[in-house]
């Protein structure tokens, strides 16, 4: 049966087109509907597996629409975060950033169904300029320098996936986007897996992201904390599952991530290196490449999405209400917005991964894998992440933000206040949706890309070495908590080499070379004009004496002769100039018969 | 209604504690009693209470390279880029 095929990227940018021509008491439902009827029409796809959407473009084939398992989870989750944000973002009026955004999922979803590397690539960077005008939406200095570092690094990441799969081409004559040989790995696997793994915040190719998502508006926070990354786990687990190294980066990202967030004062960049280290963990199960742990990595990625989506919700209605987003600044606000203190709750204690809710669920997965795989030092290493996860999100956050003590200016504590009724919807949309994917495991598990493979996560050793872990990570803050207070500094990291390293670019600019260049005109001035001088009065003097000399002295010569010959022949007779001509020409004739 | 049982519960802030103290001690005491046939290594069959001693060490461990490393020169002032 032919079934008709409407991409669901389609009909966000044909929406997003329309957008500014819809005004009035019709934006708010039209805003609600078309992510609505992308998500009906990701159902509807999802009904029917297939390829669709195949163009011949030139000497290549085109494939926008692959459906699989794999696609299908990841199109539906992007999809569903898509109505949440719309809804979150529903009272702002400036229409360029729901475009932005709107384009911005069209480009996930697109890179999601894409089968071929030129069909992904175009959604890839559309995605990353999109996401771009989320962060310029802020419109102060900070975001636009923040904006132009999150597209510059994009676009180096697209370049090396560009460079990647045209070497592909070139040796295999292949551009279908599909699993990669990472057995043993050409140049070119290696140049897309870092093209991709890029977008994935991959360390030491991470610092764009809680440097972006701190700058980017409250729901730009929102759009770019679920689709950039995990449109990359998606691809990386279409391309590149059982790449070892992967183990090894995803672990040291989950560890980097966490230990970067108990350091940091910014809510929302504490988020942002949150996600570093839970995007480590889907990192890690791609590289164990097992059919468990990337059930897993899809499963996170999904829980992952809601959570932390939730979790920037209620970080970006504080910044709403009060403007401010440092934990320095915050403080007690449990009695001003009891609301967002729930959702944020919430959202802490899924991604930390209590019972009950979807962390607990996706996690266990992926560190399963790593011990059914006896990879015993990343089992353990994930586990101990997960310990710093609940300290960091599900105890030093809501601690700092909502209790402890009150560090909010009066302003700052007039101002805040839970926010308006669409945002307060969209945060509990997700907070339900965390508890339900976590009370109800069938709901996700059956949506899966590998069937057939068993995992409980409710078994009472899990259950109790979760509860083990959390009890006594929660006593260890409790002990410890003057060391975690936050700080007014901020932590240096990788982009410190870019940062500085165009710093360093201006001033070897401004100082050696504009030292070595009055040098030189200093130098010139000195030696550089009396040595032209010397040397000019040396041509000078040798056009003198030496050019017009030569050219002189032959015509004196010429002059003298003639002079001389002159007064030898030329004695003004004529008959004696005839004679001795006549003479001469008669010897030569003479000459000439003889000889 | 959230506000007030908080406040309720920070007046009786040194009952909660006890109360939480007494939460832990019941769940290390049930863990003892948990079958460990599903534990992945000698280590959790052998030591009593290995993931509440997990738990707590790695949260020491966490909190302390987080210190150490911030001190080691990486928190620096906020206007740090700005000069």
Known sequence: MTISFMHPALIMIVGALLLPLVRGPFRKPYMFLIPLLTFIDVIYLSQHPGTYGVFQFMNWELTFGRVDRLSMIFGFIMALMAIIGTIYGMHVEDEWQHMAAWFYVAGSLGAIYAADYITLFLFWEMMAFASTFLIWARKDEEALAAGYRYILVHTFGGVVLLLGFVLRYQATGDLSFDQLNVQSPEFYTWLIMIGLMLNAAVPPLHSWLPDAYSKATAIGAVFMCAFTTKTAVYTLIRSCSGFDVLIYLGIIMAIYGIIYAIMENDVRKLLGWEIVSQVGYMVAGVGIGTSLAINGACAHAFAHILYKGLLFMAAGAILTTTGRQKLTELGGLYKKMPATMIFMLIGGLAVSGLPLMSGFVSKSMIIAAAFESHILWAGFALTLVSAGTFLAAGLRLPYLIFFGDNNCSEETWEKASDPSWNMQLAMAIGGFLCIFLGSYTPFLYNMLPNTGVVFHPYGSYHLSETIQIMAFTALGFFMLRKYVMPQNTISLDMDWFYRMGGRAFYWTVENPLQWFDNALGKFYKAVGISCLMTTSAFWSWFDWNGIDGVVDGTARCVRAIGRRVTIVLQRGQIQQTIYYTVSFAAVILVAYVWL | ?83
């Not at chain 2, 790695?58 to 206007?79: H, N, P, T, Y």
Request: proline fraction near 1%; include cysteine.
């Open chain 2, 1 to 83: 209604m959230i506000v007030n049982l908080i406040d309720y519960l920070r007046d009786r802030l040194k009952t909660v504690i006890l109360c939480c103290y007494g939460i832990m001690a019941f769940i290390v005491f049930w863990s003892l009693s948990v079958d460990t046939s599903h534990a992945h290594t000698w280590a959790e069959k052998m030591i009593p209470g290995f993931w509440s001693l997990f738990g707590l060490v790695s949260c020491a461990i966490v909190i302390m390279v987080a210190r150490w490393f911030g001190k080691s020169g990486i928190q620096v002032r906020e206007d740090y880029y700005d000069n």
